[in-house]
């Protein structure tokens, strides 16, 4: 029996989708796609940035994929053998 050390979630929705070929542009700093920018009130770009870096600083992965009718985001979390410590009070 192969035990994978992989653990995925996905999200996904069926909104306008993104351009096609920015997928990896969503989790930079400061970016909007065309449809947003035309409004200066939604967003400031931070907020898949932020995810991105939140996950890889504990040793996870995202990544998007344009489906044609939405988005859908992959998170690929790494299994650890540890066994967390858990403090209490």
């Known amino acids: 029996m192969i035990k994978s050390n992989k653990i995925c979630c996905s999200v996904s929705d069926n909104g306008i989708g993104i351009e096609p070929g ?9 970016y909007r796609g065309d449809k947003v920018r035309r409004n200066v009130n939604e967003g400031n770009g931070l ?37 967390p410590v858990r403090w209490y009070k």
């Open 22 to 30: 920015t997928e990896e542009m969503l989790f930079e700093m400061f």
């Open 47 to 83: 907020g898949l940035f932020l995810c991105k870096q939140i996950l890889l600083s504990n040793d996870a992965e995202i990544s998007a994929e344009n489906n044609g009718n939405g988005l859908t985001l992959k998170i690929l979390f790494h299994r650890s053998n540890e066994i």
